[in-house]
């Protein structure tokens, strides 16, 4: 499966996730599936960017969120030398 489609799969059970619990397990899931390879997760935050809050209900806004912390979590920001 190529990365764009594992990204929109990702979208897909975001969108139907019921708690930050399940939206963790998710990202979780697709961690462990990718080897926690940083690409995937690019592409999937592009996907989620691209979302608008007009195109989902507040739930899951909430649930796309809560992955992009989960997200920030598996990998933080390096540090930027000035």
């Known amino acids: ?21 399940e939206v963790g397990s998710i990202i979780s899931a697709f961690a462990e599936n990718t080897a926690n390879n940083r ?4 592409r999937l ?5 691209r ?3 007009l195109e989902c209900n507040s739930q899951q806004w ?6 992009r ?3 920030g979590r ?3 920001l390096e540090a930027i030398n000035a």
């Open 1 to 21: 499966m190529r990365i764009s489609e594992q990204a929109l799969l990702v979208i897909e059970q975001l969108k139907q996730a019921v708690s930050d619990t």
């Open 39 to 42: 690409i995937y997760f690019e």
């Open 45 to 49: 935050e592009t996907f989620i960017d």
């Open 51 to 53: 979302i608008s809050p």
């Open 62 to 67: 909430r649930n796309f969120r809560i992955a």
């Open 69 to 71: 912390i989960s997200i």
């Open 74 to 76: 598996l990998f933080p």
